[in-house]
């Protein structure tokens, strides 16, 4: 879980930093694909890269869903009887919508590659101009309704998931453990305002 | 005080069980939980009526052995308190409250609030323990112990297995417990030379016995007793990740 997840989130944080050139206008935004697909040409070929690197995502998400599933199943087994009387969250809210928050995660990951990546969603579609098909959709109310819900919950996952990860590997002790909470809590939040700041730039007309 | 209890009755391991309600009154605020169980248990005995199955031994917060789910919420509202030490004045008149067993596979109901934490002795029978010369009792400060590992050592052994931390769960996992033991010994000088065995083999045991996986939840912190940190969850796994990464639990 946290192999995987800490894959996974190092290419979120890129992709985010990927999707702020929509700031700097669409020549800047719409050199970015070809400018990813260009690294290690020489060697890889055009475009070798990203095919890596979506195989190398594609092999955690598998593997990062395997085990969320079997820890789900471990602990359905583990309390066969439920309590009759369910008590409050007394430790981390995060860390208690981690499986349902994964599969809307999983869910707007569908949606946003038949968006995004193939066009088939998007109102204009067109693969050679991300930058037009990204403010044709969030000229739409209700795909930046789910993108954002999309995107809280992602902040939550990595709330939890950074932190939990850290734990997992031995990282934590008595003395750290406020300040690796803290750390997390400060990347989800930056991660989140990231990504939040296209459809609200898009609303706003900071970017047309 | 008047309160009603919503008591979970369950006559043997296999039979069916229920919750029944029982009013009581005249609680008084300075009785501790168990006392107002016993001032029940009398009357339901004076009516011919089973009393209620619970377990307790020193009630005094050290034993480990009085453990339930008050409301939800494994040894009742008080933080960083057991069953036994929980007093009424933290409930008020008219209250309802509901009492349940444990509930993990782990730690099956043998009858109403009493189940079998057996499962505990298995994880300390896997590596809870250090091999030590037998024969006269050695002196005291022979083994010298750098102040800060005591201290550490000292709080992860104030674990009292009460099962709380299994209990309060949402994964049904015992890590906290086999962590606090693993801590304990792990951190001592006479700990040492079963440190990662132990540490696997805890794991291991814990793993195989029915308890749900560690997702870091933090429900076990908040609901011990004894206030053992999660921290000693991530000691544990230092030690796990470095016996699987250097087999330092094989022999040399
Ligand atoms: S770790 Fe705390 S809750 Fe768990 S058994 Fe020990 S004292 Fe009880
Ligand atoms: S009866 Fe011993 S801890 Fe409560």
Redesign the pocket.
């Known amino acids: 879980m946290a192999v995987t997840g800490g894959a996974m989130f190092l290419f979120v944080v890129g992709h985010m930093a990927g999707n702020l050139k929509v700031l700097f206008g669409p020549e800047a935004f719409n050199e970015h694909p070809r400018w990813l697909r260009g690294i290690g040409e020489g060697l890889l070929g055009y475009g070798g890269f990203v095919w890596i690197a979506r195989v190398g995502l594609l092999l955690c998400l598998v593997l990062h869903m395997t085990a969320a599933i079997q820890l789900a199943r471990r602990a359905a087994a583990a309390r066969p009887a439920r309590y009759q009387r369910r008590g409050p969250v007394r430790g981390s809210y995060a860390a208690r919508t981690m499986r349902w928050g994964g599969v809307i995660i999983a869910l707007f990951l569908v949606y946003h590659l038949m968006d995004l990546t193939a066009g088939w969603l998007n109102p204009v579609g067109d693969l050679e101009h991300p930058y037009r098909n990204v403010t044709a959709d969030f000229r739409h109310w209700y795909v930046t309704l789910a993108y954002t819900v999309a995107i809280v919950t992602l902040g939550f996952h990595i709330r939890h998931g950074l932190w939990s990860a850290l734990q997992s590997l031995g990282a934590s002790n008595a003395r750290r453990q406020r300040v690796l909470k803290g750390i997390a809590l400060g990347v989800a939040v930056l991660i989140c305002a990231g990504f939040l700041a296209v459809p609200f730039s898009v609303l706003t007309g900071l970017v047309k | 005080m008047r309160l009603t209890l919503r008591v979970w009755r369950q006559a043997g391991p296999d039979e069916d069980g229920r919750l029944v309600d029982y009013a009581v009154d005249d609680v008084s605020p300075d009785m501790s939980f168990l006392e107002m169980l016993d001032v029940l248990n009398e009357r339901l005995i004076m009516e011919g009526e089973e009393p209620i199955a619970f377990d307790h031994d020193c009630r005094e917060g050290i034993c480990?052995m009085c453990?339930m789910m008050i409301n939800g919420v494994?040894h009742g509202p008080e933080r960083a308190t057991t069953t036994c030490q929980l007093h009424m004045r933290h409930f008020a008149d008219g209250d309802v409250v509901v009492i349940e067993p444990w509930r993990a596979r782990a730690f099956p109901v043998i009858k109403d609030l009493v189940v079998d934490r057996g499962a505990?002795d298995r994880i300390i029978e896997a590596g809870g323990y250090i091999t030590a010369p037998t024969g006269s009792a050695p002196d005291a400060h022979a083994i010298p112990v750098p102040k800060p590992d005591a201290d550490k050592a000292f709080e992860a052994a104030?674990?009292?297995?009460?099962?709380?931390?299994?209990a309060?769960c949402p994964n049904g996992s015992?890590m906290?417990?086999t962590?606090?033991k693993a801590t304990h010994l792990g951190l001592l000088p006479q700990g040492q030379p079963e440190r990662y065995s132990r540490a696997v083999e805890m794991v291991a045991a814990h793993d195989a016995l029915d308890f749900g996986g560690c997702t870091n939840t933090g429900e076990?912190a908040v609901?011990?007793?004894?206030?053992?940190p999660l921290e000693s969850i991530a000691r544990l796994n230092r030690d796990v990740l470095r016996a699987t990464v250097t087999g330092a639990h094989e022999p040399r």
């Open positions: 480990g453990g494994a505990f104030a674990c009292i297995g009460c099962g709380a931390c299994v309060a015992g906290l417990f962590a606090a076990c609901a011990c007793p004894k206030g053992i």
